[in-house]
């Protein structure tokens, strides 16, 4: 298994392709492209090129606002990134999906028939798709009922403010809207790190009443009553970050005793009704789950990261071959006030390691084995021979 990242800065295509493709030598299975300031006729331009001067069996990438390469983040500015992949006995399958695809795949078969896989193959899905004209969440959850406990990693196309202005590359095409990606299964490990930059508050309570993305209350007690009880007992600090935004972490394993990072999913407080006392999150809730309050801000979001990073480093015991990175594009150097912050802390961690991504406009990862669209996310595919 071989990866190798190159970046360029460049603004002319010609000039682009030469950076991405100096000194690469031979065939590669696939490669991640992402495209940042460059409008649909430099980006044809760019693939028709660099797929004449490197030999690929496949070329996924789409358009977005900043990329990042394994040792800096652009934002913002025209910028490209291109990382190559080798493998050996992995079977690879690129794929596209429109919105009218999507609505017709119901049964598992019809499912199985359009990738061409099943779920004891263990499959691993590598997705770029339009945030505008494609339903994202609907696509996870009809994911994680066919294809199970198999990860989905990759992030929304950020280069467009309105439909029909982002580019999705498929080898030889490219698309408006939809979804693009590819299926590896054989001799290859992905492990992930999801980072939702969040910090838990306060203690874990049993949601006692629900109604659909409602929460009424909590271990008895009417939602607000909890949240005020937890805010009055919380720090300075906390009560400042929580009047800018307060978020919810769903513990997606109910069952345990304890929890720690990456067990919730952090959706956010969208408001609260005074008269009933309950409170609206982004998510469906039901009773009986378990719950946190959490907050965010740089700090939170760099000791989460720290920490994933570093159990995933005691886990794995070596470094990946490659790593995919798509983070959100409201972290960076506008939440972090520094350059570089979270390919510093990979490659800290990790490194050193081939890398490549995108700032996002939603991110895609699992969180205890069950897939789910981000925000404000980082969510990292680390590659591994698993042999």
């Given at each position: ?5 190159k970046i ?11 950076e991405l ?5 031979g065939s ?7 495209i ?10 760019i693939?028709?090129l ?14 977005c ?5 394994s ?6 500015k025209p ?20 919105q ?6 119901n ?12 779920p004891?193959?263990?499959p691993?899905f590598?997705?770029?798709a ?15 009922k066919?294809?199970?406990?198999c ?18 590359i498929?080898n030889?095409k ?18 992930t ?5 969040c910090?838990?508050?306060?203690e ?23 949240l ?22 769903i ?11 990456g ?24 009773t ?9 801000d ?8 720290q ?12 470094k ?10 409201g972290?960076g ?5 520094e350059?570089?912050?979270?390919i510093k802390?990979?490659q800290?961690?990790?490194g ?32 591994y021979?698993?042999?």
């Amino acid at each position: 298994m071989e990866f190798i990242s190159k970046i360029s800065h460049a603004t002319d295509p010609q000039k682009v392709v030469e950076e991405l493709s100096e000194g690469i030598l031979g065939s590669f299975d696939v490669g991640f492209l992402f495209i940042s300031s460059f409008n649909k006729v430099s980006t044809e331009e760019i693939v028709m090129l660099l797929q004449k001067r490197i030999v690929l069996r496949s070329l996924i990438g789409c358009s977005c606002m900043g990329v990042i390469g394994s040792e800096i983040e652009i934002e913002h500015k025209p910028a490209n990134v291109l990382i190559l992949a080798k493998f050996s006995e992995v079977k690879l399958i690129p794929f596209s999906m429109r919105q009218t695809d999507l609505e017709v795949l119901n049964d598992p078969e019809d499912w199985y028939n359009f990738f061409e896989i099943y779920p004891n193959e263990n499959p691993v899905f590598i997705a770029l798709a339009d945030p505008f004209m494609f339903d994202m969440n609907t696509f996870l959850q009809k994911m994680n009922k066919v294809y199970p406990h198999c990860p989905t990693i990759g992030g929304m196309a950020s280069g467009a403010f309105q439909p029909g202005e982002n580019t999705l590359i498929l080898n030889n095409k490219q698309l408006e809207d939809g979804l693009v990606g590819v299926i590896l299964t054989g001799n290859v490990f992905v492990e992930t790190v999801v980072s939702q930059g969040c910090r838990p508050i306060g203690e874990t309570f049993i949601v006692t009443k629900a109604q659909e993305n409602v929460i009424y209350e909590l271990a008895g007690k009417k939602f607000l009553d909890v949240l005020q009880d937890v805010l009055h007992r919380a720090t300075a600090r906390d009560k400042l970050l929580a009047q800018e935004a307060l978020f919810v972490g769903i513990a997606m394993d109910e069952y345990r005793h304890e929890f720690k990072r990456g067990d919730f999913l952090i959706r956010g407080l969208m408001g609260i009704d005074r008269d009933t006392g309950a409170g609206a999150i982004a998510e469906y809730i039901r009773t009986g789950q378990t719950v946190q309050l959490h907050v965010r801000d740089a700090n939170a979001a760099t000791e989460d990261l720290q920490e994933l990073l570093s159990s995933k480093q005691i886990k794995l015991k070596e470094k990946p071959k490659g790593a995919l990175i798509f983070s959100c594009n409201g972290r960076g150097e506008n939440l972090f006030r520094e350059k570089n912050h979270d390919i510093k802390l990979i490659q800290k961690y990790l490194g050193p390691v081939p890398a490549a991504g995108f700032f996002c406009a939603g991110e895609i990862g699992p969180v205890c084995k069950t897939n789910f669209l981000h925000g404000f996310t980082n969510s990292i595919a680390l590659f591994y021979p698993k042999k």
